[in-house]
Nanobody, 125 residues
Framework: QVQLVESGGGLVEAGGSLRLSCTASGSIFSINGMAWYRQAPGKQRELVAAINHGGTTNYADSVKGRFTISKDNDKSTVYLQMNNLRPEDTADYYC???????????????????WGQGIQVTVSS
């Protein structure tokens, strides 16, 4: 079993930056990919970015060029660097991991079997 803990959220003005971190513990050897999802009030959870064990990444169109997902295997941590934030980026952000091997990162939430508690990101206009 994998446990995921997010950190780094908070309040930022539009145009600002934040870096989210997600540290995994437990059966980390079983992880083959990780992702960040977000959910705004009244909306469905959506993929923000994903990365597989080989480092291949996938991004939602709305964040391409602004967000970067990366990982540090030695620290069992995945990061989400968020630049040029917009009010529409306001949401709860969730870290997720998957045991499923894939050449390209999984994009649907049903492929992820461990989830963090979520962390709030608020972007003021």
């Amino acid at each position: 079993q994998v446990q995921l803990v997010e950190s780094g959220g908070g309040l930022v003005e539009a145009g600002g930056s934040l870096r989210l971190s997600c540290t995994a513990s437990g059966s980390i050897f079983s992880i083959n990919g990780m992702a960040w999802y977000r959910q705004a009030p009244g909306k469905q959870r959506e993929l923000v970015a994903a990365i597989n064990h080989g480092g291949t990444t996938n991004y939602a169109d709305s964040v391409k060029g602004r967000f970067t997902i990366s990982k540090d295997n030695d620290k069992s941590t995945v990061y989400l660097q968020m630049n040029n934030l917009r009010p529409e980026d306001t949401a709860d952000y969730y870290c997720a991991s998957t045991r499923l091997y894939t050449l390209t990162p999984h994009t649907t939430p049903d492929k992820y079997d461990s989830w963090g508690q979520g962390i709030q990101v608020t972007v003021s206009s």
